[in-house]
């Protein structure tokens, strides 16, 4: 079973950045991916950005050109660095794992960005 722990999560101004960091518990394997969601209040979890094993990317529409996902050499570690951060990014930000076990989040982590 792999955990997964989220972190980075802050309280920004409009036009600041984070860096969320996501650690999984163990060595994935190959075929991999790992991703970053958020939900906002009243809102569905949607995918903001993924990677796979072999580094392909996907990134939400409003968030391109604002985000930058990527991972660690050792694959078991994911980074989501975003920069020129709205108010309407402020969601809770929750890290996906998909390996050939299954899928693991973790608990997630509060972005909240002020006007």
């Known amino acids: 079973q792999v955990h997964v722990v989220e972190s980075g999560g802050d309280l920004v101004q409009a036009g600041g950045s984070l860096r969320l960091s996501c650690a999984a518990s163990?060595?994935?394997?190959?075929?991999?991916?790992m991703g970053w969601y958020r939900q906002a209040a009243e809102n569905q979890r949607e995918l903001v950005a993924s990677?796979?094993?072999?580094?392909?990317?996907e990134y939400h529409d409003s968030v391109k050109g604002r985000f930058t996902i990527s991972r660690d050499l050792a694959g078991n570690k994911v980074y989501l660095q975003m920069i020129d951060l709205k108010p309407e990014d402020t969601a809770v930000y929750f890290c996906?794992?998909?390996?050939?076990?299954?899928?693991?989040w973790g608990q997630g982590t509060q972005v909240t960005v002020s006007s």
């Open positions: 996906k794992v998909e390996t050939v076990w299954g899928a693991a």
């Open positions: 163990r060595r994935l394997g190959t075929g991999n991916v």
């Open positions: 990677i796979t094993a072999a580094g392909r990317t």
